[in-house]
């Protein structure tokens, strides 16, 4: 056992000395490694790091010699761009020698290819920004249309000039106008020779087809005053004498007369003719009235009033006291005029009480119509004062009327009266009590009715007692505004006063043009017409006012077509000698799309106002290029600036699409202006700013593809969409469109079918066709831009859509191919 555990105790020693050894052989060969690797990695990082020394010398060393060649180098060098394209113009001019030899065909294809690639090599960077590149107009679109001329040859000269003049009271078909034709009459007038005269009737319309003759009028102090001077073709008469003719009021020429020039021939068409056609079709009565009264209205109380500012002269003030006295036995209507029989006049302000009590003393339009009560109650009421100071009484004796209406009042003259004379007046009448006031309210409605029925001519009530409505509103209260709508109506005085005033021109007041008392009836231009109120009516004092909406008066008048005669006059009657001198003066026409109103060079004898349409205003260069200068609309007054200046029209203004204008020679404006010479100052002011006006344009035009400017004619007013097929969303990008338009302003947009729900079934035929021109009309008057939305065949309404419009849109589908359309080939031929 001793033995064995010695043993085995050398074992365990003699391990454990290989143990330690063989461990540290393992460190020692571990350092080793280490110390191998670190060395390795020393020389790998030396030859690295002196490589990049080498080269960071090397490129230093380069750099150095380069500045030096350019500090040492005086002489100049080419720029890159030049060397570009000197080895651009070598390549191309061996590519040309080398294709010299082959083919035609190669050659383009080769030349085209090399030719595009070396646009593309030498393409240099544009110094100036992008911008809108603006393209200037067709010149075809700036061209005047002369094929009417083609058409007029074919068709007889007077022919011509009686359609275009009776195309002033609106459309009428083939037979109607072959009917007025055969009417027409010849009248030779010798050189010298008065064609009508003052005293002779006014009822008939004359058109020069020979000659030349002057229009002129006669003043009291014996002098006279041309007012134009009319050549083939131009009319000579009024809308003023058309309208009492038909209404029955004939009377004579007042201050109007026409003499020949030269050796002439006039055709004359008698009103009398034209009426009994309307009796014929009275259907075409109500048409014709609106036509004339829109025209009225358009140029008497809108352009003529805006333009030269004319108010209180367009509008007699004094009070409307009755028509003329008639005999009880006449076999006479008793809508005609019996000279020399008048009633007494009346302040200029306001009527006194004999003057309204003689009102209804003097008998009616309708002489069957009893209307006892009626006058009963209004000769109670024109006892009343409600103003207090400014009436006249019955107190006064006649005898000193008399002498006051034989001689002048002086200022000073009333004061003699005194203080006693304004007791006296107070005590009398001044405030007795109204009458109506002790009447029911059925007993005040029947007034009401009574009283419109009187001013209509009507005697069935069974219409007219469902629409009347009776108001009562105090002192102050506007029954219209001025450029109103929607305010429309007929309103018959019943107590109190009404005031019909106008905005004046460029300022913030109004001018009171006249007062309405008990037993007159105001409103009946806006309601004839459908435009806007020319007027502002208000309450004087408190009243009671009978009223008939637009509505119902379209309605009585659908039952009744005769009353718009009625209503017509109770306008006219209003007017002013003056309006009526004017009237003579004017001329009216219509112009088709490419139609030249005047040329460049021609002599500068009209003025012009758009009634509806659009004209377009082009100047021609010396170099034969026609510019865009211009674009007028409905109401704008047109070459007034060369008439007032008396030189020769600067530009041509064409019809952009059929127009109506009305015509003021410059013989007119003379006349206005010595008889109203306030109006010179009002013109000085509109020449003042059409100058501004060009000088601001010449102004923006100095430098116009820098600023990217537009022509003025892109200000469009209405717009025609035109779908090339009908897989074309038409009414999808319609819609979308007027969303988008809505931005810049009130739009509308209009189909056949929002027309016939508005205006009816037949508002696209024939016979509507003027309603319906009418009502366009005041939808772009309301809003600043109008979307007509074409069908998709050739309809009427498409047509009408294409007349209408300023500026017409071709919509086609991106992914279709690009081919003209069925519609498209019928537009074509239809312009």
């Avoid at 033995?3 to 020693?13: A, D, Y």
């Avoid at 002086?410 to 007046?425: A, E, V």
Wanted: aromatic letters at 8%; hydrophobic letters at 40%; one cysteine or more.
């Amino acid at each position: 056992m001793t033995v064995f555990g010695t043993q085995m105790h050398f074992l365990q020693e003699f391990a454990s000395r290989q143990l330690n050894r063989f461990q540290s052989f393992q460190f020692n060969k571990s350092v080793i490694e280490h110390m191998d690797q670190i060395g390795a990695s020393f020389i790998i990082g030396f030859f690295v790091a002196t490589i990049v020394l080498l080269l960071f010398l090397w490129r230093r060393m380069r750099i150095n010699e380069k500045v030096a060649i350019l500090s040492d180098s005086g002489k100049p060098r080419f720029r890159k761009r030049d060397k570009v394209m000197f080895y651009g113009r070598k390549m191309l001019r061996k590519v040309r020698s080398s294709l010299q030899g082959s083919g035609r065909t190669v050659r383009v294809k080769k030349r085209q290819l090399v030719m595009k690639f070396a646009k593309k090599l030498l393409r240099l960077k544009k110094e100036q920004p992008m911008q809108l590149q603006v393209k200037e107009p067709s010149q075809a679109f700036l061209e005047e249309d002369i094929t009417h001329l083609e058409l007029d040859g074919r068709l007889p000269a007077e022919v011509i000039y009686m359609l275009r003049n009776i195309r002033v009271f609106g459309f009428f078909d083939r037979p109607l106008f072959l009917e007025l034709c055969k009417k027409i009459e010849f009248i030779n007038v010798p050189k010298g020779k008065l064609l009508f005269c003052i005293g002779d009737d006014d009822d008939s319309m004359y058109i020069v087809q020979r000659g030349k003759l002057e229009v002129f009028a006669s003043e009291p102090d014996g002098s006279e005053l041309t007012l134009k001077e009319a050549i083939p073709g131009d009319p000579i008469f009024s809308l003023l004498s058309v309208m009492d003719v038909l209404s029955g009021h004939l009377a004579p020429f007042k201050t109007v007369s026409v003499r020949a020039l030269d050796e002439s021939t006039v055709l004359r068409l008698q009103i009398g003719v034209f009426r009994d056609l309307l009796e014929k079709y009275p259907e075409l009565l109500v048409r014709v009235v609106q036509i004339i009264m829109v025209r009225l209205q358009r140029v008497t109380f809108t352009a003529l009033h805006n333009y030269l500012g004319l108010t209180t002269q367009l509008v007699n003030p004094g009070c409307l006291s009755g028509h003329k006295r008639m005999t009880p036995n006449s076999d006479l209507q008793t809508s005609q005029l019996v000279p020399n029989a008048s009633p007494p006049k009346a302040s200029p302000s306001r009527p006194n009480r004999v003057s309204v009590i003689h009102q209804f003393q003097y008998s009616q339009s309708c002489p069957e119509y009893d209307d006892k009560g009626l006058k009963s109650v209004l000769k109670d009421m024109a006892d009343m004062d409600l103003s207090g100071d400014d009436y006249s009484t019955l107190d006064v004796e006649k005898s000193q009327q008399k002498s006051l209406s034989q001689s002048p009042v002086k200022p000073s003259s009333m004061s003699m009266y005194g203080d006693s004379f304004k007791q006296k007046r107070r005590k009398s009448t001044v405030y007795c009590d109204d009458p109506i006031l002790g009447l029911s309210d059925e007993e005040v409605l029947k007034l009401a009715v009574d009283g419109f029925m009187k001013e209509m001519c009507i005697n069935d009530d069974t219409i007219i007692k469902e629409m009347v409505i009776v108001r009562e509103h105090g002192a102050g209260v506007f029954l219209t505004h001025e450029d109103a709508y929607d305010e429309a109506s007929l309103f018959y005085v019943l107590s109190g006063s009404l005031m019909v005033s106008q905005k004046n021109v460029d300022k913030e007041d109004e001018s009171n043009l006249f007062a309405a008392y008990p037993g007159e009836i105001v409103g009946a231009l806006a309601v004839i017409t459908g435009e806007a109120s020319a007027f502002t009516i208000r309450t004087r004092h408190p009243s009671r006012i009978g009223v008939i909406s637009k509505e119902h008066t379209y309605e009585i008048l659908a039952e009744y077509p005769k009353v718009v005669l009625q209503l017509a006059h109770s306008v006219v009657r209003r007017l002013s000698p003056f309006v009526r001198q004017i009237d003579f003066a004017l001329d009216w026409g219509t112009y088709e799309s490419g139609r030249a109103i005047y040329r460049q060079g021609d002599l500068s004898d009209n003025t012009f106002i758009v009634l509806s349409g659009r004209l377009r205003s082009v100047l021609t260069r010396q170099n034969g290029k026609k510019e865009l200068v211009g674009e007028y609309g409905r109401g704008d007054l047109v070459g007034i600036v060369e008439v007032l200046t008396q030189t020769k029209r600067s530009t041509t203004v064409m019809a952009v699409r059929d127009t109506e204008i009305a015509k003021l020679p410059s013989g007119l404006l003379d006349v206005i202006k010595i008889k109203h010479p306030v109006i010179v100052t009002r013109l000085i002011h509109l020449l003042g700013h059409r100058l501004l006006g060009t000088l601001q344009k010449i102004d923006d035009s100095v430098a116009p593809e820098s600023i990217g400017s537009r022509p003025s004619g892109s200000n469009f007013a209405t717009v025609a969409v035109l779908a090339v097929n009908e897989e074309v969303p038409l009414q999808a990008f319609c819609m979308e469109l007027k969303h988008a338009l809505s931005a810049v302003g009130s739009s509308l947009y209009l189909t056949s079918d929002i027309v016939r729900k508005t205006l009816g079934t037949s508002a696209l035929e024939t016979s509507s066709e003027y309603r319906l021109c009418s009502w366009l009309g005041q939808q772009e008057d309301q809003h600043r831009i109008v979307l007509y939305q074409c069908d998709s065949t050739f309809t009427a309404w498409t047509q009408r859509c294409i007349r209408q419009a300023d500026c017409i849109l071709i919509i086609a589908c991106a992914d279709q191919q690009p081919t003209v359309g069925k519609l498209e080939q019928q537009l074509d031929s239809f312009a």
